[in-house]
């Protein structure tokens, strides 16, 4: 394989729809998505209602990457190998002592191979890899806090009350029927959680299919969100963007359940047919479906018998783990973690920022100093590398982290958004990561600050 990606080399294009190619206001879609979660477990399992009631300072909790251990009520962060590097219970951090007490010297955590071989969900754990789910982590651990203050056993019975807030929200009718407090409130101002692609990205998409590139949108968001998110960030034409677009695709299975696969359905008035098709025959808006039946649909298109996709995602268990492990294309992680360790926003972004957000209209949260979940985490340290202590704390290991180690291990290249690489000519080389090079090897334009200073030290 070679040593650089180049976008030029490749015969389709594909794209996640949120945080990849949308790009949200971390902060206040965060607090919404907090909001809703919470709202239905006071307002519909009877809760506390102190669950609601935020400072600033609560966000520093929030953090990518995390693993909630469903029986005992702990939150993990772990290293490539599975030791396990800090930890929480409810929002209490664990000392190195107690941590080698619960989880023996080695700092083992027990589940990690059926986590890092198959990414699926279990009903003994949850791992927290995308900003829809995340502001769960920090309601997760507050949710302990209270059984424990209340008195309460903490076993993984407060976790079915977490699933049903989850789908309260985001079950595929909640758009239509405004149900829940997530949609309703980002239909009424778009604005203020969506960032609308910059000029670069469109003329960026425009001049890959002028190319002869076939462009894809694959989102497990559905239909009728999938047009409002669009329309507002790529305009009322977006769809000339795309060759494909599919929605409700529900990933990671659109990829991974094979030979189960399900079928492709088309689309009238956002509601899926209920028959579905054999396979796919010609390029449209479909729903569901499967890799399998796109990758014939794509060798018709290309006239390729083998043609090379890349997808960008954010996701590792949605996007970047089944994309390279089932359907073998090439994959591009944007992650917006970097930002947050010195990695420059683009042009594009800030000049985007300054319209959208003026400084007037910054909320009395931002002043008082909320984090963002991409920044780093006084409380859990960076998303790349962490310190791992052994008892007794004299001596310190850094390692990278579960997620930096996927990162390098399933993608061919990282990104903080696509805004970074959309004025870059199509044939530009990136270097891409490998197992032979330094670990800041595949991140542009440059690797985050802890990746650098681990380097720094290991030489």
Sequence with gaps: MSEYFSLSDCDVIGFDLDHTLCRYHLKETSRLIYESFARYLVEHKGYDKDL????????????????????????????????????????????????????????????FNSLNTSFTRSAKYYFYDNYFDLPGALLCGRVVDMLHKRGNEVNSDFWKDMVAAIDHNYNTSAFKEDAGTYFPSVKRDPGRYLQPCSDSVKTWLRSMKNAGKVLLLITSSHSDYCRLI?????????????????????????????PQQRPFRTLVNDMEESEGLPSLDKPGWYSQGNWPHLHELLKTMTGKPDPKVVYFGDSMRSDMFPASSFGKWETVMVVEEMEGEGVPKSDAAKSNEAQVEPLEKKGKFEEQGMKSPSAVSKQWGSYFVDVHRSGGGDEEIQKLTWCCHCIHKYSAMAIPSVEHIADLPLDYKFPRFSPDKP????????PPDSLLRRCESLS
């Design 230 to 258: 669009c329309e507002h960030i790529l305009g009322k034409d977006f769809e000339e963007l795309f060759d494909v677009i599919i929605t409700n695709a529900l990933k990671p299975g659109f990829f991974s359940l094979v």
């Design 439 to 446: 670990c800041t090897t595949g991140y542009y334009p440059r």
């Design 52 to 111: 609601l009631n935020l400072t600033p300072a609560t966000w520093d909790f929030c953090f990518k990457g995390l693993v909630v251990d469903l029986d005992d009520g702990n939150l993990v962060k772990l290293a490539e190998d599975g030791t396990v590097l800090r930890v929480t219970h409810g929002t209490h951090d664990l000392s190195t002592e107690e941590i080698i007490k619960h989880y023996g010297p080695k700092r083992e955590w027990k589940h």
